[in-house]
């Protein structure tokens, strides 16, 4: 079927209106929609292996972002770190490196660094993301004071493994 529709030249057009029916209906992961976004996983990785055929760049973002909570939800940490990382690029190249969104992200880079142990590495996504949360949204807003936490619960962790 890939191979019909790439020869009909239709394929840029079929990939993109799977990642906006993906992005619509594939929810962020949880363990109470377990049953739902596990169904539609395995369809998500399928169509991000296409991801350069798709013209919406938002929606491919919305796509990565809940497949990178799928594989840290399943303790998949180096694949959560990669879907990450690419989520991050996007959402900077799409949104901008101050957008709330594109902080959301660097703070779940920061969280999946730290799961597998790359303590240093953490510390310093979580240090970038407390800097710009702290300018862009300001010292006291519940997300700047997450990302402190965040920072902290690193730094506690990397003491107590020294």
């Known amino acids: 079927m890939r191979n019909w529709v790439q020869a009909q030249g239709g394929q840029s057009q079929q990939v993109t209106d799977i990642v906006r029916q993906l992005s619509k209906k ?51 940490y180096s694949e959560a770190e990669e879907m990450d990382r690419q989520t991050l690029a996007l959402k ?21 660094l730290e799961m597998q142990g790359k303590y240093s590495e953490a510390e310093e996504m979580h240090r970038q993301t407390l800097a710009l949360t702290e300018t862009v949204l300001g010292r006291e807003h519940p997300e700047t004071v997450r990302s402190r936490n965040n920072l902290a619960k690193v730094l506690r962790n990397m003491e107590m493994r020294s």
């Open 92 to 112: 900077e190249t799409v949104l901008g490196r101050e957008h709330p969104d594109t902080l959301g992200s660097m703070n779940n880079l920061a969280i999946v």
């Open 26 to 76: 594939f929810p962020w992961p949880k363990h109470e929609n377990r049953d739902m976004w596990t169904w539609y996983l395995p369809h998500a990785q399928a169509v991000l292996g296409l991801s350069d055929e798709c013209s919406e760049r938002k929606m491919l973002v919305s796509v990565q972002h809940n497949v990178a909570g799928c594989y840290a939800l399943l303790g998949k």
